[in-house]
């Protein structure tokens, strides 16, 4: 069983920048964000292989988000830079088999955390 536990969310304004972490616990191999935005379906927003090597994103936020991981601390990080109002959502991390946009291939999720960008 694989928990995961996502942090560094927040209220940012516009332009700002934040850090969001994953740490999980039980061993894991890709990794995901997804979103979801009030009112909307849960969306990819990037996701890792377990090497690192391999590195997906979401047309969206392409160029201003960067996903990486530390497996020495079991964490997943979402470097989120240029926020607009558009990226507020409840962020989730996910692990799974493969590493790809598709929700349904992950296996493990986390509880979420709140991002709100201010305009």
């Known amino acids: 069983q694989v928990q995961l536990v996502e942090s560094g969310g927040g209220l940012v304004q516009a332009g700002g920048s934040l850090v969001l972490s994953c740490a999980a616990s039980?061993?894991?191999?890709?990794m995901g964000w997804f979103r979801q935005a009030p009112g909307k379906e849960r969306e990819f927003v990037a996701a890792i292989s377990w090497s690192g090597g391999r590195t997906y994103y979401a047309d969206s936020v392409k160029g201003r988000f960067t996903i990486s991981r530390d497996n020495a601390k079991n964490t997943v990080y979402l470097q989120m830079n240029s926020l607009n109002p558009e990226d507020t959502a409840v962020y989730y991390c996910?692990?799974?088999?493969?590493?790809?946009?598709?929700?349904?291939?992950?296996?493990?999720w986390g509880q979420g955390t709140q991002v709100t960008v201010s305009s």
């Open positions: 996910a692990a799974g088999p493969l590493t790809t946009w598709a929700a349904r291939e992950y296996d493990y």
């Open positions: 039980g061993r894991t191999f890709s």
